[in-house]
């Protein structure tokens, strides 16, 4: 778009160490205002409920800012979707936060025929700086169209689970290694959440460098991280500790 000279508002970067993907910068002037980002015109939308999502992140921003956008009808009807809830993929640009996914719903049931133009504002109060990464015009009809590996909700169970599973298992790695009992599952147990850690960590960092939306690169990373991390560090713990339970009946047998 910029080399065809569609940008019209903004500044485009490159990636860099704080996204892996080309962004779009966006600066409030101290007062009120609606900057165009983007206009596509004649959309291929076959389906009555549809979005505009992607990934947002914003410093500073003064007052309630938003995200909306406008679907222009072939018989002169003009709607708009705006972020404007206090949680979610539509929360609204306000304070700070680092990247987060959002989206733009519409649902056009009953059209006579889909939308001619769509328009996406970025409309801040007064100052501020918003950041966008790529963008996605995806069907809201059952496929998901946006390229993610699974949706945000999907991305919040798989916290949730894969952390009650690893809280499990370290919680029965740290009772055996108490008592001094059954080194090898023990072992086997700390051994085998490292490897499943260092796996997703590096699943992550792929999803990050393909754009993947944030719930889905963000479980990898934290999970693949503390899988990893911990259990490696807690393994020369474990072998000392078992090493000197043995010892001790060794030297108790002696005594005998």
Not at 18 to 23: H, M, V
Not at 26 to 39: D, K, Y
Not at 206 to 215: D, K, N, W
């Amino acid at each position: 778009m910029q080399k065809s000279g569609q940008i019209t508002a903004g500044t485009v970067r490159s990636a860099d160490a704080r996204s892996s993907f080309a962004t779009l910068q966006i600066e409030g002037a101290g007062q009120p205002r609606t900057i165009t980002i983007l206009t596509i015109e004649a959309p291929r939308i076959t389906s009555s409920r549809y979005a505009i999502t992607g990934q947002v992140r914003y410093e500073g921003v003064d007052g309630a800012g938003y995200l909306e956008m406008w679907s222009h009808f072939p018989d002169g009807g003009q709607y708009f979707s705006r972020t404007l809830a206090d949680t979610g993929p539509m929360m609204k640009l306000q304070g700070t936060s680092g990247w987060r996914s959002f989206m733009l719903p519409f649902d056009a049931t009953g059209a006579r025929s889909a939308p001619s133009r769509l328009v996406v504002n970025v409309a801040l109060p007064g100052r501020g700086v918003v950041t966008l990464g790529p963008l996605t015009l995806a069907s809201q009809d059952g496929a998901d169209e946006t390229g993610a590996w699974w949706p945000d909700r999907t991305g919040g169970w798989i916290g949730a689970v894969a952390g009650s599973v690893v809280g499990a298992i370290g919680a029965m790695i740290g009772v055996l290694t108490s008592l001094g009992r059954a080194r090898r599952v023990v072992t086997a147990a700390s051994t085998g959440l490292a490897v499943i850690g260092i796996a997703a960590f590096l699943t992550g960092v792929v999803a990050l460098t393909r754009s993947q939306p944030y719930a889905v690169y963000y479980p990898l990373l934290l999970g693949g991280f503390l899988c990893s991390v911990i259990p490696l560090g807690l393994l020369s713990t474990i072998r000392t500790r078992y090493q000197a339970l043995e010892l001790r009946a060794m030297r108790a047998q002696d005594l005998r």
